[in-house]
């Protein structure tokens, strides 16, 4: 299937801010949101209670009706759109079963909510602007029939064959428990034996989460810990069988928190802003709820505060056993909720013993609750279980510390305070007895007391705690794609960021040819390096600068001899050291040679550098020029010695470059013998026999004159031709066999062969294996 977006309805009997009595409207007032921002699109499902704020009702827009058969009756069943927060949320109207004066809690509710669950399968081919549902998600008890009804009423309409159902386990201790007299009256399924046997929890009573359970293709709960503790009997309230049975459909996903409304720093909820970085308006929080409750204005006292239901699973059974030794210890408590009348009395007496300490507000006030989340210092949270809990994520929210019970998302979430790394966002207990639990809070207020630097790190943990819906998001989006694998993945405003990074590289790739330039920077770079040399450079392109590399490259393609007869015509032109005259030959040799390529493969090379010299002026010149300079420092010094020698040379190179025209065979001999007399005055190489020994008598002039700046041209020819030896490897590998002798500095600062000169003998030797071996 195409790649596009999962269509979930989210079906819930509460969602804030339109009703909430707990953490359901809770989880079904903000993930939705957090759905959509994942990349799906989202219908959110609500009975349309008579509580339901005016404000609310009066922007809901009626988008359809029909009637929904419920055994033997048929029911109407309005639809009134209302997007809020971009999510899309559809009120189900029926006066006879939502107009109450509160949710649920009424002899009828068994009817009340299969109509909600039959209304739910029903709706979905009602959808407003074509939306196709792929994914039903129900939640709780009062939607568990939805599942059931889809399965065995509507999977033969085709628009409900590929409609996979997620049921969601907020609290497993409400399960809708009712007569089996439902079945067929209200349900209309007692014909149908698979499904009584799956929905009957025993002889006379029907179980709506059962069903659910059974028929759901998968399963989810509020927290990994407790998704594991209701496999148990301790905690499974009798459903933990048929949950071991489908455990491999079932997953814990922690719940998350809307830190939008949920936020200290723009809460108008509370007395005063502040953030995790100055918290001053806590403290004045602290005071301000010190006075609303007629407690003692200190802020020496810990506050502690408990925002609950009074009931058993909420750990009162602890609390009151614990108070009177929490409240004479110094710690001040506020209480705020309502519940079973029991605990609602035992803390009333506890504010009458206890006045200025002890504050008990009998009440749902979602204001004053947000308000002792910010003015608390501590929150009190002693669960028997608790499925996940968002109180103890809102305290931290707001810097308050949790102290609770090690269960079900409690353990999930608060991360027991460490003394000695300093780690933690609370305190915690394990065990199920007031005594633990009033050393927690003691070890909370001995921290609060004694150690402020600890104690603030621990806010500081706490209100870093990340608590976000979008984790979440995901492991749903996940869930959902896993039960339509043949749908792909959407994947919301990824092709935006990508263009961004894509663009960066594409210009690093642009730069790449600049290193084809830096040769040719190199140029005028090498003369700056050898200061000296910067001003003879023409002398260097005349003859000298193309011939060094030009003479590293001959021998290495041709043979080595070659390189030097030439060098010794340029050198008389520029009268610089016997080096500068040998490379510099080689230029005006090759030129002239052209000819002879067949005759003798030295002079080819040369003619070849020469051609090759406009191609690779870049590489030679770099060389050459940085060679040159510096032999031409160097032969200055020695100008006296070499002026005879190299004229002699010049003379006697070109008569010896036109006989090595017409003798091709006897000019190779002549140039090998040539080279070991005069290394440096390279003409020999090509001339006769006589122009042989001529040089040779000159050479050894010129030698005992190289040999002196031979050492220091060594230096300064390493570091020129360190550019070029990328560019000349090939050539020098060829011209190993022909320097085989050459010492070692020779061999790297080919393009000014001075190393060579004092070891003419051993360089012609090889040059002449060479040659016997090409002929």
Known sequence: MANEKLHIVFASAEAAPFVKTGGLGDVAGSLPAALAAAGAEVIVMVPKYATIADTYKNQMEHVGQFYVPLGWRNEYCGLERLVYDGVTYLFLDNEHYFNRSYPYGFFDDGERFAFFSKAICESLQYLPDGFVCDVLHCNDWHTALAPVFLREFYMGNPLYQNVKTVFSIHNIAFQGQFTDMLLGDV????????????????????????????????????????????????????????????????????????????????????????????????????????????????DDRPLLAMVTR???????????????????????????????????????????????????????????????????????????????????????????????????????????????????????????????????????????????????????????????WKRSAEQYMDLYYGLHPEIARFVPFVPEPEPEPVAEPEVEPEAAPEPETKPEEAVEEAPAESETPAGEAPVAAETPVAETPAATEAPAAEVAPEVKPGEAVAAPAKKPAAKTTRKAATKTTAAKSTTTKTAAKTTTAKTTAAKSTATKTTATKTTAAKATATKTTAAKKTATTKAAATKAAATEAKPAAKKTTTKAASAKTAAAKAAEPTAETAPEASAPKATATKTATKAAATKTATKATAAKTTTAAKKSTASTKAAAAPTKAAEKPASKTASAPAAAEKPAEEPKAPKATSVSAARKASTRKRR
């Open 310 to 468: 009074l009931t058993r699973q909420k750990g009162m059974d602890l609390v009151t056993y614990s108070l009177d030794r929490i409240l004479s210890g110094g710690v001040q408590v506020a209480v705020l909720g309502t519940g079973d009348a029991e605990y609602e009395e035992a803390l009333r007496y506890f504010e009458r013993t206890y006045p200025g300490t002890m504050a008990a507000r009998i009440e749902f006030d979602p204001f004053l609750s947000q308000r002792m989340y910010s003015g608390a210092d501590m929150f009190l949270m002693p669960s028997l279980f608790e499925p996940c809990g968002l109180s103890q994520m809102i305290a931290m929210r707001y810097g308050t510390l949790p102290i609770v019970r090690e269960t079900g998302g409690l353990k999930d979430t608060v991360i027991p305070y460490n003394k000695f790394t300093g780690e933690g966002t609370g305190f915690t207990f394990t065990h199920f007895n007031g005594d633990e639990m009033g050393d927690a809070v003691f070890r909370a207020a001995r921290t609060f007391w004694d150690d402020k630097d600890a104690w603030n790190h621990l806010i500081d943990n706490a209100m870093d705690a990340d608590f976000s």
């Open 187 to 298: 349900l209309g399924l007692s014909h149908i034996e698979p499904a009584v046997r799956q929905l009957r929890c025993d002889a006379r009573s029907i179980n709506y989460m059962l069903g659910a359970l059974n028929y759901s293709d998968a399963i989810t709960t509020v927290s990994p810990t407790y998704a594991w503790e209701i496999r148990t009997p301790e905690f499974g309230e009798g459903l933990d069988g048929v949950l071991r049975r489908r455990e491999s459909i079932l997953s814990g996903i922690l719940n998350g928190l809307d830190v939008k409304r949920n936020n200290p720093a723009t809460d108008d909820r509370i007395h005063q802003n502040y953030t995790r970085d100055d918290r001053s308006g806590k403290a004045a929080c602290k005071a301000a709820l010190q006075a609303e409750l007629g407690l003692e204005v200190r």
